[in-house]
């Protein structure tokens, strides 16, 4: 069974700072990865994603994340992050399917981004 | 103009009531889902229907029971409501062979 493993439960960060959220994965066949962002009291918004091609992925809000196939990770960075930024942040998998059958989105734990003036 | 829209955004009940959330999605999407987050954010899947069929069905109590009366629409119907049952539900919808899911605003559930 596939399973989501985010490295971090908080990380925090100075405004106009790099940051970078990790996120391994573990399964047996191909996946699809996503990144969704929970803002304070609201649902989730999905970030980016990666199906196939390119193994570099970018999203909204300035995010971009990479597949690394023999890593398993898929790793959540941005250049230089606002205050805006800070929320809960959720790395998912699902299986790749495209042969058919049913799927299901596995999450990991969350990364608490706080971004500090 | 919503995508998933879930109601109530809200709800506050005693123990041992039973209480009614309801969702619907206007994108076409042929797979719903209700996903729980707890108080320590974990989101955690419960259902999911594909045009009206259960095809998820994870570990959660009899005292929870989907109904899909068509592709568009998914309820969650909680019997007997427990502490424990105090939770954010999301409900979700995706096409079938996955790469993108798209979520409700959630419906905080608490339980008194």
């Known amino acids: 069974a596939q399973s989501v493993t985010q490295l971090d439960s908080q990380v925090p960060v100075f405004e106009e700072a790099p940051v970078e959220l990790r996120c391994n994965y573990s399964s047996s066949v191909s996946v699809y990865l996503f990144w969704y962002v929970q803002y304070p009291n609201q649902g989730l918004q999905l970030l980016l994603k990666y199906l196939s091609g390119s193994t570099l992925v970018k999203g909204i809000n300035g995010f971009e994340a990479e597949f690394n196939k023999s890593q398993t990770s898929f790793h959540l960075r941005k250049p230089s992050v606002h205050i805006s930024d800070t929320a809960e942040y959720f790395c998912?998998?699902?299986?790749?399917?495209?042969?058919?059958?049913?799927?299901?989105?596995?999450f990991g734990a969350g990364t608490r981004l706080a971004v500090h003036p | 103009d919503t995508a998933v829209s879930q109601t109530p955004k809200y709800l506050v009940t005693q123990m041992g009531n039973d209480k009614s959330i309801k969702c619907e999605q206007n994108l076409g999407h042929d797979t719903m889902y209700w996903y729980k987050q707890d108080s320590k954010k974990f989101l955690k899947i419960m259902f999911s229907?594909?045009?009206?069929?259960?095809?998820i069905n994870e570990t959660v109590p009899n005292r929870f029971s989907p109904k899909s009366p068509d592709k568009a629409h998914l309820n969650l119907h909680i019997n007997s409501l427990e502490l424990g049952d105090s939770a954010v539900y999301f409900c979700a919808s995706s096409q079938i062979l996955g790469g993108g899911y798209t979520f409700g605003s959630g419906t905080r559930l608490t339980v008194v």
């Open positions: 229907y594909n045009n009206k069929e259960l095809i």
């Open positions: 998912a998998v699902t299986l790749d399917l495209s042969g058919g059958g049913y799927n299901k989105l596995i």
